[in-house]
């Protein structure tokens, strides 16, 4: 196999990574935001039943937890699951990424002062009004850096996907590595994702100076 | 016309009773000054007023509507949604630690809730926010961020915010605590011109001097219940012993 031909699939690969990586962001940054609310809710059923969930997610590999995502329909309903692979693995992520950005919001969001939350209700604004423009634009600029590390994180993280067989680029490299017996895609491949970091790194920094305006 | 009557006030936080069967009230254009001791109940009952407490009896009155009362089973019911509203719409208050929104420039922090809760006319809003802003020598720090700022322009911003909202009457919790002597008088100055124009107001204070020449009216509280109410000026020629006793420990320190 040549050179070329290596990178092209390492490529093709990559964007899979990436997609993992861009969908997860997506759907599990939301979610996480309302399982925070869950988790900080005065109904005690509630506020528990996300407890667990959140110790379960946090307490247990992701990698097992996409295995029983992907296995279970067909466990339990005996669905044909061939094409629930990609799915699979994007519920899996979300599900385990927004339990780690549920915790990050609600230590953001009780990190903000009261005084805000009193401002705001002097002011007349609603609840929803407060959280919108007053709690959240804080609250944001406060957990910034702590979602760069998960999100750094996830970006590696892509490379489980490998353990239900999904073509993303580190089931690539290795499936190449076995073929040709040469270590270089492995490199190739570290590269990649080493690039891709920077990248990613280098955007949230670009959130954060825009965020840097007040204090 | 009574802007704000307060009866039969009850507050207790758990087993601690905080004000024990207060009532006040406060005329238009009346500028009443409440004075104690740390820990009196003073600012509470500014917190009760202003609905950022929950009363456990008595009632709480504005411009003649009902915002909180005690039914015959002592519960407390307070009036819900456009009500409300409309009952909030009535005061404006001004904290100790200025609690403007760091994120929002002064401008924003200023014409925000007129534009977006009362939802006036921008330009209407806009004008006013910079009459405000130069009554308080701040017109050049429109589209300064507060971090930018100094306490007592914080103060002086947070100030044009509430007035921005057009209250019928302002609560001051303290507004000079968090500063220090120069700021302060710069605070002061802007409370005093507020009293020319007869802007009703109720002040919790410190500054025993500043509440004796501006109110008038003065509140002197402690543990949880007025001890004295009456002019500045018989205040601070009182008989009573323990109005004396506090007074003459501020007149000692200056």
Redesign the interface.
């Given at each position: 196999m040549s050179f070329s031909t290596m990178l092209m699939q390492l490529s093709s690969g990559m964007v899979k990574s990436m997609g993992i990586f861009f969908w997860t962001i997506i759907l599990s940054l939301p979610l996480g935001l309302f399982v925070s609310f869950g988790r900080m809710s005065k109904n005690p059923a509630l506020k528990n039943i996300v407890k667990v969930y959140i110790s379960v997610m946090r307490g247990t590999p992701l990698m097992l937890q996409l295995m029983i995502v992907y296995y279970c329909p067909f466990l339990l309903f005996g669905m044909n699951i061939r094409t629930f692979r990609f799915p699979a693995i994007i519920i899996g992520f979300t599900i385990n990424y927004a339990a780690y950005f549920a915790e990050i919001f609600r230590s953001g969001i009780e990190s903000m002062?009261v005084?805000?939350y009193?401002?705001?209700?002097?002011?007349?604004?609603s609840k929803g009004?407060t959280f919108i423009?007053?709690i959240l634009?804080?609250v944001i600029?406060r957990i910034l850096p702590s979602i760069t590390n998960e999100v750094i994180t996830l970006v590696k993280d892509t490379s489980l996907a490998f353990s239900l067989a999904y073509m993303e680029m580190f089931t690539v490299a290795k499936q190449i590595v076995a073929k040709e017996s040469t270590f270089t895609p492995f490199i190739v491949a570290a590269i990649f994702y080493y690039v891709f970091n920077f990248v990613v790194a280098a955007v949230m920094e670009h959130f954060e100076k825009k965020l840097s305006?007040?204090? | 016309m009574k802007i704000l009557e307060m009866n039969h006030i009850h507050k207790s936080f758990g087993e601690l009773e905080v004000i024990k069967d207060i009532s006040l009230s406060v005329a238009e254009g009346e500028i009443l000054s409440i004075i104690g001791p740390s820990g009196s109940g003073k600012s509470t009952i500014l917190r009760c007023a202003t609905m950022l407490e929950t009363i456990n009896g008595g009632e709480i009155i504005y411009m003649g509507e009902k915002a909180a009362y005690t039914d015959n089973n002592g519960n407390v019911i307070y009036a819900k949604g456009d009500k409300a509203k409309k009952i909030n719409s009535n005061f404006g208050l001004v904290f100790q630690n200025f609690n403007l929104f760091p994120h929002y420039s002064v401008m924003k922090n200023i014409t925000d809730a007129p534009i977006h809760v009362q939802k006036r006319d921008k330009t209407e809003v806009f004008n006013q926010a910079r009459e405000l802003l130069e009554k308080m020598g701040l017109l050049d720090k429109a589209d300064y961020y507060p971090c930018q700022l100094s306490g007592g322009q914080q103060q002086r911003v947070s100030i044009a915010r509430a007035l921005c909202m057009n209250p019928k009457i302002l609560f001051f919790d303290e507004p000079t605590s968090a500063l220090d002597p120069e700021l302060t008088l710069e605070i002061l100055k802007v409370i005093r011109d507020l009293a020319k124009e007869h802007m009703t107001m109720v002040i919790v204070t410190h500054e025993m001097n500043f509440a004796r020449e501006v109110s008038n009216r003065i509140i002197f509280m402690e543990k949880g219940v007025i001890v004295e109410e009456t002019t500045p000026d018989k205040m601070f020629n009182s008989d009573n012993e323990r109005t004396k006793a506090f007074l003459g420990k501020y007149h000692n320190m200056g």
């Open positions: 002062p005084g805000q009193e401002a705001a209700k002097l002011l007349g604004y009004q423009k007053i634009p804080q600029k305006y007040y204090r | -």
